[in-house]
């Protein structure tokens, strides 16, 4: 079984400033891809980021950037240069190879919040 | 412009009553879900379809029924049996593969009184 963690339930950034969104999973599979969603208050879900388990590099996306660390099993997303658009929901989702249907396992979320 | 379109955006029911979810896509994926998104929460599976003709259980089914019978429409029908229906329920595709990621609808608000 899958299991995503996001342990922020909320962040605050001031606008222009970084933030990093926490996420750690648990996998038996050698083989999974992560990945990053956005949910705006108007409910709808956008693909930001992904990063397959075998990619040797971060995967980077304009602002957003995934750091990526097998070992510990944590692919934590940096949004850089933060704006007020950036307020919103964000989720982490883990695919294994394996899994039946190529179901996506999601995270809790963390609410962002960006300050001006 | 492609993409998938879920209708209506809010629906309210009264309890005891069935009520489908319309969810259709022009991506011409394979692949189908329905989620269910309670408030504050993330996203629970509750079917999903990765060719027409065939569906498979989430991880939260009871209560709900699907039918793929167009590669482009998947349709979510909450009955009666449902015992908590009120929800953000969200349609999404894909193609077939582990590195694809999942298209969204706009979701449906589901109020059941």
């Known amino acids: 079984a899958q299991k995503i963690t996001q342990t922020q339930p909320g962040m605050f950034v001031q606008e222009k400033e970084a933030v990093t969104l926490d996420c750690t999973y648990d996998t038996s599979d050698p083989s999974y891809g992560l990945f990053w969603y956005k949910q705006p208050s108007s409910g709808e879900m956008i693909f930001l980021i992904y990063?397959?388990?075998?990619?040797?590099q971060n995967a980077t996306e304009g602002r957003y950037s995934l750091n990526f660390q097998k070992a510990r099993k944590s692919a934590n997303l940096v949004i850089s240069a933060s704006q007020l658009g950036d307020s919103a929901m964000y989720f982490c989702?883990?695919?294994?190879?394996?899994?039946?249907?190529?179901?996506?396992?999601f995270g809790g979320g963390t609410r962002v919040l960006v300050k001006p | 412009d492609g993409g998938i379109t879920q209708s209506p955006k809010y629906l309210f029911r009264k309890e005891g009553q069935n009520v489908t979810l319309s969810c259709e896509q022009n991506l011409n994926h394979d692949a189908m879900y329905w989620y269910r998104q309670d408030p504050g929460q993330g996203l629970r599976l509750i079917y999903y379809?990765?060719?027409?003709?065939?569906?498979q259980k989430g991880d939260i089914a009871e209560g709900y029924s699907v039918s793929r019978e167009k590669k482009e429409s998947f349709p979510l029908t909450v009955t009666s049996a449902q015992k908590n229906p009120t929800a953000f329920y969200l349609c999404?595709?894909?193609?077939?593969?582990?590195?694809?990621?999942?298209?969204f609808g706009p979701g449906t608000r589901l109020t059941v009184t």
């Open positions: 989702a883990m695919r294994a190879t394996k899994a039946a249907g190529n179901k996506l396992t």
């Open positions: 990063q397959g388990s075998y990619d040797q």
């Open positions: 999404a595709s894909s193609r077939s593969g582990a590195s694809y990621e999942q298209y």
């Open positions: 379809s990765q060719i027409v003709n065939d569906f």
